[in-house]
């Protein structure tokens, strides 16, 4: 069984940077399981995807919400088994719960019901 567990959230003001971490265990290399996304879901506001990775059968393939891009960057450590969101400049915007979650789709064509492993969320809070 596939589990992800994120870590790496917290309070930090405007320009700041957070690393937030996605550490897979049980994972399995499907296309079930093709890409990692980083989803966040702000209050009051719909889920959305940030940012997504290739996993299977290609790995390392990028692509980025446009709210995102040139401040946020995905990456894998395979040893680790883990994969990282890096986010620089930080905006209030930016404040949202952030989970990963393991799937079938990456951004541009991405649907929530593909992905059937998700993490437990950490919150991100960017302050003015």
């Known amino acids: 069984q596939v589990q992800l567990v994120e870590s790496g959230g917290g309070s930090v003001q405007a320009g700041g940077s957070l690393r937030l971490s996605c550490a897979a265990s049980?994972?399995?290399?499907?296309?079930?399981?093709?890409?990692i996304v980083w989803f966040r879901q702000a209050p009051g506001k719909e889920r959305e995807g940030v940012a997504s990775?290739?996993?299977?059968?290609?790995?390392?393939?990028?692509s980025y919400a446009d709210s995102v891009k040139g401040r946020f960057t995905i990456s894998r450590d395979n040893a680790k088994n883990t994969v990282y969101l890096q986010m620089n400049s930080l905006k209030p915007e930016d404040t949202a719960i952030y989970y990963c979650?393991?799937?079938?789709?990456?951004?541009?064509?991405?649907?929530?019901?593909?992905?059937?492993?998700w993490g437990q969320g950490t919150q991100v809070t960017v302050s003015s």
């Open positions: 990775i290739s996993i299977y059968p290609r790995s390392g393939s990028t």
């Open positions: 049980g994972y399995t290399y499907t296309y079930n399981t093709a890409y």
């Open positions: 979650a393991a799937g079938r789709s990456g951004m541009g064509r991405l649907r929530e019901a593909d992905f059937d492993y």
